[in-house]
């Protein structure tokens, strides 16, 4: 798989290229350093210096995942961030792309004006904001994966199957169930009676369930290790998976999102987003076309 690691000098990106080092790798995963040089308006002339400087400083960190035996080479380009990360990984194939962010509440040059969550909606791969992880030791590497039934979060699901985890990995698999929402309830009066609210309430409990018990199949099938899992009671998906994420000391959070890019897609906005911006721990977002 080839991966790109957009990196911007701050301490925020030299730590996740640590992270980056670190993580075990399938054989043939070729990572691309990437740094882009916004544009000068007010001193043109000062462009081609930065770029250089900024390739050098790319080829230096790709130098460095190399001493740690990774196939890396770095890249520097000029133009808007968001634009540039989404076009280089379209154009050389990448299935990830990894932003590196700071601790959540915090700001980093590379996040502002909403680069990340551009990265998130247009790059047509999966996306992983990378951030430090708990300080506290908590005896291995732990993935909280949110799951909602869907074939993406199956697909979700199965992809951490086919890839290397360090030792002592473990998963928990979270499924939320969500309340019915005021415009339901406007428009169907009749969903506020208790019984039928109740009715509402168990089919949703059983499709969390079952969601639930199929990706821990999946993922106990392949040999990895599964918490007991959790069933969250009625509540908003993505204030529970960030509270979740914090209360398990969680290194990495996995979840699923449609194929399609850009405004359309509804779960990657209304769930995988707000929990990939704001959680204290890293966030992958996965992505299959559709």
């Known amino acids: 798989m080839k991966i790109l690691l957009a990196w911007d000098a701050s301490k925020s990106s030299e730590c996740f290229l640590r992270r980056v080092a670190k993580d075990v790798w399938l054989p043939g995963t070729s990572f691309t350093v990437l740094t882009v040089v916004e544009p000068l308006d007010r001193a043109p002339g ?7 400087r900024a390739s050098r400083q790319a080829d230096g960190c790709a130098a460095g995942l190399r001493a740690q035996g990774l196939d890396a080479i770095g890249i520097a380009r000029q133009g808007d961030p968001s634009d540039v990360i989404v076009r ?17 509440g915090r700001s980093t040059h590379l996040l502002g004006g909403s680069v990340a969550r551009r990265v998130l909606r247009f790059a047509h791969c999966s996306v992983r904001i990378c951030r430090p992880g708990p300080e506290a030791d908590t005896g291995g590497f732990r993935v909280l994966v949110p799951v909602d039934g869907s074939d993406y979060s199956k697909m979700a699901v199965v992809s951490l ?50 969601a639930i018990r199929t990706a821990e199949q999946t993922l106990t099938a392949a040999g990895l290790k599964v918490m007991d899992t959790v069933m969250v ?54 992505r299959h076309s559709s």
Request: proline share 5%.
């Open 233 to 286: 009671p009625m509540a908003a998906p993505e204030q529970l998976i960030i509270e979740e994420a914090a209360r398990w000391q969680a290194d990495l959070i996995v979840m699923g999102s449609h194929g399609r890019r850009g405004v359309s897609r509804f779960l990657l906005g209304s769930v995988s987003e707000p929990v990939a911006l704001h959680a204290a721990c890293s966030v992958e977002v996965i």
């Open 88 to 104: 280089e990984a379209t154009e050389m194939g990448a299935g990830l792309v990894i932003v590196g962010a700071p601790a959540a």
């Open 46 to 52: 000062l462009e081609g210096q930065l770029l250089d």
């Open 161 to 210: 199957t086919a890839r290397a985890w360090p030792g002592q990995t473990v998963f928990e698999v979270l499924s939320v169930v969500e309340p019915v929402s005021a415009s339901v309830r406007y428009l169907y009066p009749g969903y506020t009676e208790s019984a039928e609210a109740a009715r509402i309430r168990a089919t949703a409990m059983q499709h969390a369930q079952e």
